[in-house]
């Protein structure tokens, strides 16, 4: 491998680490979910994922560039499409156990909070009841 398509690969890996971050600010604000995190895979997959530019070769570009090429120029991106594709519902698999794993840990830290507060409050009010009952019973 050349230099040059180390240098490549890097400016292309440090962009696409930009748009990616400028993907997560801008939909930090949708409400669901599971919608924010499918954008958010969608476009790491589309930015990240490699393929290798022709049968036979061993140097790679990026997945869309090389589909879009495809497209265009030979009518027919299958080739890159359906890997592409596969890698991307795999990654939507894989995304929706990370939000429902996300949502199941959130839920039982909110419970164990929950559950410390009111131990905490039991504690408080045993601790203030006990000098009553004491000057009660003299």
Aim: glycine residues 6%.
């Amino acid at each position: 491998m050349t230099d040059s398509y180390l240098m490549a690969w890097a400016i292309y890996l440090g962009c696409s680490l930009i748009l990616i971050w400028a993907l997560w600010v801008n939909t930090r604000n949708i409400g669901l979910l599971l919608v924010r995190n499918s954008l958010r895979v969608t476009g790491m997959v589309l930015l990240l994922f490699p393929y290798v530019i022709g049968d036979g070769e061993t140097l790679m570009a990026p997945a869309i560039i090389m589909f879009v090429m495809e497209a265009v120029f030979e009518g027919a991106p299958e080739r890159v499409g359906l890997p592409l594709l596969g890698c991307w519902l795999v990654a939507m698999v894989l995304g929706v156990l990370a939000s429902f794993w996300s949502r199941y840990k959130r839920e039982q830290n909110q419970q164990l909070q929950f559950l410390e507060q009111q131990r905490q409050e039991m504690l408080h009010e045993s601790i203030h009841a006990r000098p009553e009952r004491e000057t009660a019973t003299n």
